[in-house]
């Protein structure tokens, strides 16, 4: 992107609460710093319980980006509930049609694999909002030479096998109790070939023992070759046993291909990885 491009932001799930708008200024101010203008949507600060608009409301805010020729990129600063609601109020004729991508992590894995389901269009699982916390220097520098210089510094992610050598396929996934509010409607990818992202902030061994037997009922380890687990923030920073690859392995069998990150997930060190693109190991 040159300087002076014009980026949306967005909140398709929960709003901002007021209290935290010295921290979008300054995520504004670290934007402008390296040569992005960001233009913030209608709906970011919480109205009413956690909500900024309406689900068509929030929809239209994040249509209102994908129409205006001015918008290169859209990023959605929101995280928590409530971002499947809009998912029946986006027009994926426009989306399909448009060379912007969408930008956005834990919720907003909801409306990154309905786009990807909808329209085949792939989006970026990673939550802008990095840029100002603990890791900023280093987010700032991966995303700057990411999305300036076209370079792949915040996509390169460090992995290691814990079942089987090498897998391919595309990414789908992204936080597992969100993925799976898909299940059962129109807006969940197909399985079939594909690589299965899986990552949690909350949730302890009941938890993703009950999201691995929804997954198991729909089939998913039959159907994806591989597995590609992020960071589990709850379950790890309470060293729960099991631990989330015995628990992965007690459901995908012997013979899945399952590999491990520390780069995705929900740390403040997080990198980016895209919904709807292959993922092959050398």
């Known amino acids: 992107m040159e300087n002076g491009v014009k980026i ?3 909140c398709c799930s929960n709003g901002q609460k007021r209290e935290y ?17 960001p233009v913030f949507g209608d709906y970011i600060y919480e109205k ?10 929030r929809a239209q805010a994040l249509m209102d980006f994908y129409q205006d020729d001015e918008i290169k990129e859209i990023f959605d600063i929101s995280g928590g509930d409530i971002a499947n609601g809009i998912l029946p109020y986006l027009d994926y004729e426009v989306i399909a049609g ?9 919720d907003l894995t909801t409306v990154i694999n309905a786009i990807y389901a909808k329209t085949g269009k792939a989006s970026v699982l990673y939550q802008i909002r990095n840029l100002i916390y603990d890791y900023s220097r ?4 991966d995303f700057r030479n990411t999305v300036k210089e076209n370079k792949d510094d915040l996509f390169g992610i460090d992995y ?14 992204g936080n597992i109790r969100c993925f799976l509010k898909l299940a059962g409607t129109e807006f969940m990818p197909d399985l079939h070939g594909k690589i299965l992202l899986l990552e949690s902030y909350r949730g302890t061994v009941a938890q993703m023992e009950t999201c691995l037997c929804q997954l198991e009922q729909l089939g998913a380890f039959d159907k994806v070759a591989g597995i590609l687990l992020g960071t589990f923030t709850q379950m790890e920073a309470e060293k729960c046993q099991p631990d989330m690859v015995a628990l992965v392995k007690k459901f995908a069998g012997e013979n899945l291909p399952i590999a491990v990150t520390r780069d995705i997930g929900h740390g403040m060190n997080a990198k980016g990885i895209w919904i709807g693109r292959e993922f092959a190991t050398e």
Do not use: P
């Open 138 to 141: 280093q987010q700032t520098a």
């Open 8 to 10: 949306g932001i967005v």
């Open 48 to 57: 009413e319980n956690v909500f900024g608009g309406t689900a068509k409301e």
């Open 98 to 106: 448009s060379e912007k991508n969408f930008w956005g992590y834990s």
């Open 21 to 37: 708008s010295d921290k979008i200024k300054c995520l504004e101010d670290t934007l402008l710093s390296i040569g992005l203008i």
């Open 160 to 173: 290691r096998f814990v079942q089987q050598k090498e897998m391919h396929g595309i990414v789908v996934g």
